[in-house]
């Protein structure tokens, strides 16, 4: 399966001016998109996620196109079979550990068959926070709040994981066991993972293949 982004995006605030224009291939298990803050980063992986609209090019995974502005194809976020994880993780605050990893199965709002609690509680015990099952997420560390999102983006039974800097928010310590957590479950779920990061150890450590972005652009290929 292969991810292909071919995009361009002008955005502006005030006299603050910013063009994105991205074209890559994704086929691995890992691919690091890398660069400074600011470099576009993030807004890409928005853009893959469906919650940021490219004005031009297109975006395709595994034979599905999910935009594509020749034939003006857009499919939304909640139908692209994609796991997207925000730097912030985006939990709900009043929502417990079970009930936010339930959201990502898109039934939240109607009675959860036994199926997907059972879905639940397997991604709970992969992640090992069965502990914290009616916890919110005001109460949880760090580690703890990345794995609650990330078990709420396989809940969907996404076909690739995307990570908005997945470690930024943890402390030195933290930040390697998380790193070593996600490398060993890529290999459980066998599933391709896009993440980004700023940090030259997140390179040196999943960077089998990297793309360096700087000033929106794709600067470099390294695989």
């Known amino acids: 399966m292969s991810l292909t982004v071919d995009i361009r995006k002008r955005l502006s605030d005030g ?4 063009e994105l224009d991205v074209q890559f291939e994704f086929s691995g298990e890992f691919q690091v998109l ?3 803050s600011g470099a576009g980063k993030s807004l890409t992986l928005r853009a893959l996620a469906g919650l940021l609209k490219p004005d031009s090019g ?5 034979n ?3 935009f594509d502005s020749s034939s003006k194809k857009y499919i939304p976020p909640q139908k692209r079979n994609l796991g997207y994880v925000p730097q912030s993780y985006g939990l709900f605050p009043h929502l417990t550990v079970r009930k936010n990893i339930e959201f990502g199965l898109n039934k939240f709002f ?14 709970m015990n992969l992640f090992e926070i069965e502990e914290t099952s009616e916890s919110y997420p005001k109460h949880l560390s760090g580690g703890q709040k990345q794995r609650v999102a990330i078990a709420r983006a396989l809940a969907r039974d996404p076909k690739i994981l995307l990570l908005d800097e997945p470690f930024a928010a943890l402390h030195t310590d933290l930040r390697q066991k998380m790193r070593e957590e996600l490398k060993s479950l890529r290999y459980k779920i066998s599933m391709p993972i896009l993440l980004i990061s700023h940090d030259p150890k997140d390179l040196e450590y999943f960077g089998t293949s990297a793309l360096y972005m700087e000033g929106g652009k794709i600067i470099n290929n390294r695989s």
């Open 110 to 123: 109607r009675a959860t068959k036994q199926k997907d609690k059972e879905t639940v509680s397997y991604l």
């Open 34 to 36: 890398y660069g400074p």
């Open 64 to 66: 599905t196109v999910y």
């Open 15 to 18: 006299n603050r001016k910013f």
């Open 58 to 62: 297109c975006i395709s995974f595994a």
